[in-house]
């Protein structure tokens, strides 16, 4: 019986000395499946993770940190988890409820061909390359551009030239801005999975919902790579126009530079 006070006592000691814990757990939707790729981590804060394939995550909260932990995914309504819920350090099991999208009805002429909305831009030398290990939380980055017409969009195009992994998954997004805030309006992400090879291509992406473009309305279209193989190397053809890009967690810093990944945009004007 006298051990069982420093038993206690060592037990604690991992909480006070490092002051952090240690959380981890499993992201369902409302149907009891599993969620791939939920952002998890707290507002304007550096401190996040991404839940893996199979929607299991864990994360070290440092010490100071008591705001509700943000759950949040393109797909699902953003989640809330209070201090007194999560800090305990138990496993969690966090529900995220469906985020409910109209889509709009609309109609394309037979004789309507698509027309490019916003192209790649002069090719420039180089590159935009991402290595190592994709990962959900790595940068996005793509053109912002705004529509003079509204659009249905029929295809999107990157202008790969090299990619070492034996596979990797890139994962599109397209966000409308309101005021200062970028929103995303697709129902999920748009994945799709590269192959290895020395040889330039052009992927050729067709969303399978509707993506409707509202003419004056800005958009911002992103490319990453969420998931890989192994380790290796992508090489994205770059064009000599402003590009923007952020880390993929809660709320990331938008950065603009000089050179953006080859995408273009085509679509049926309505």
């Keep these: 019986m006298k051990q069982l006070p420093i038993i206690m006592i060592f037990a604690a000691m991992p909480i006070i000395g490092f002051g952090q814990t240690t959380i981890s757990g499993n992201v369902l939707n409302e149907r009891g499946e599993t969620i791939e790729y939920v952002s998890i981590g707290f507002n304007r804060d550096s401190v996040g993770t991404i839940s893996d394939g199979n929607g299991h995550f864990s994360l070290k909260i440092p010490k100071g940190r008591t705001n509700e932990l943000v759950f949040s995914h393109v797909s699902y309504l953003p989640t809330e988890?209070?201090?007194?819920?999560?800090?305990?350090?138990?496993?969690?099991?966090?529900?995220?409820?469906?985020?409910?999208?109209?889509?709009?009805?609309?109609?394309?002429?037979?004789?309507?061909?698509?027309?490019?909305?916003?192209?790649?831009?002069?090719?420039?030398?180089?590159?935009?390359?991402?290595?190592?290990?994709?990962?959900?939380?790595?940068?996005?980055?793509?053109?912002?551009?705004?529509?003079?017409?509204?659009?249905?969009?029929?295809?999107?195009?990157?202008?790969?030239?090299?990619?070492?992994?034996?596979?990797?998954?890139?994962?599109?997004?397209?966000?409308?801005?309101?005021?200062?805030?970028?929103?995303?309006?697709?129902?999920?992400?748009?994945?799709?999975?590269?192959?290895?090879?020395?040889?330039?291509?052009?992927?050729?992406?067709?969303?399978?919902?509707?993506?409707?473009?509202?003419?004056?309305?800005?958009?911002y279209l992103s490319v990453s790579m969420v998931d890989s193989d192994g380790e290796g190397t992508l090489m994205i053809g770059a064009s000599a126009k402003s590009g923007y890009f952020r880390k993929g967690l809660i709320n990331g810093e938008i950065k603009k530079v000089p050179v953006c990944p080859a995408i273009s945009v085509k679509g049926n004007e309505l």
């Design 81 to 219: 988890i209070p201090f007194e819920t999560y800090y305990t350090g138990n496993e969690l099991t966090i529900v995220l409820k469906d985020k409910m999208i109209v889509l709009p009805e609309v109609s394309v002429g037979k004789s309507s061909k698509p027309k490019t909305i916003e192209g790649r831009g002069m090719p420039m030398p180089g590159s935009c390359v991402l290595t190592g290990r994709g990962t959900p939380d790595g940068p996005e980055g793509g053109p912002m551009f705004t529509v003079d017409k509204d659009y249905i969009i029929s295809n999107i195009t990157l202008k790969i030239q090299k990619c070492t992994y034996k596979e990797c998954k890139l994962s599109f997004n397209l966000y409308e801005r309101q005021d200062s805030q970028l929103v995303n309006v697709l129902q999920k992400p748009i994945y799709q999975t590269v192959q290895q090879s020395k040889k330039d291509f052009t992927l050729d992406v067709e969303p399978t919902d509707i993506l409707l473009l509202k003419h004056g309305t800005e958009y």
